[in-house]
């Protein structure tokens, strides 16, 4: 796939909500698609697009130094989607505000973790859209040990390839298998359409049943 087509690609699922491709998705038979746990940090979240640079963080221990995200973030790309592989712990920060105001200057789409986040105030004003499952005042290190990246990972439940599609916006986070992702966003597309014209149709007064006869 070309850049010209990945940015296409990114454009038209833009406009897709994740309820649709949520639906589009179950079709297809693919059920656990939407990250369990991680949601908008702050209140008006723009919808955020973009393949997955993965990151697996596993416990810290004291003997053991381990890597950061610092020796990760150099490594991604513009246009990417991080998610973070946190182990569902609520109680350490997974980013501060230093790392994710880098991320933001490198371009970044966004940030999922099934951890928390830390420095709230800070994060908000990189304008770097983040879905995190609490907020925590400890730094990474007192929970957390890198242990690699763009790897396939667990975030929310949910299994994460790198290159796979993230769709996140107010309702969550969703995961758009890659092999499928152009399929899913046309569908969904059509999806929003019909839908756009049941609900014309309902708010003409038309009944259900004459909707989805």
Known sequence: MTADLDLALIAALENVST??????LLKKNIRNVWMRGPRPLGGNIRRAVG????????????????????DAV?????????????RGLTD?????????????MRGLAGI????????????????LPIWSNGLAPSPPIAGHNLAGWQEPISCGGVAVFPGDIIVADAEGAIVVPAKLAEEVAKLGAALEQEDENYLAGVRAGKTLTELYK
Do not use: W, Y
């Not at 309820?19 to 589009?24: I, M």
């Not at 393949?51 to 003997?63: K, V, Y």
């Not at 513009?78 to 998610?83: H, L, P, S």
């Not at 350490?92 to 933001?104: K, N, Q, S, Y």
């Open 51 to 70: 393949p997955a640079f993965t990151l697996r963080f596993i416990p810290s221990r004291a003997d053991i130094s381990g890597r950061t995200t610092r």
């Open 19 to 24: 309820n649709s491709l949520a639906t589009v």
């Open 112 to 127: 999922v973790t099934d951890g928390a986040v830390r420095d709230s105030a800070g994060l908000l004003a990189t304008g």
């Open 74 to 86: 150099e490594e991604m790309p513009a246009g990417a989607m991080i998610v973070a592989d946190a």
């Open 92 to 104: 350490v920060g997974t980013f501060g505000d230093i790392v994710v105001t880098r991320m933001a």
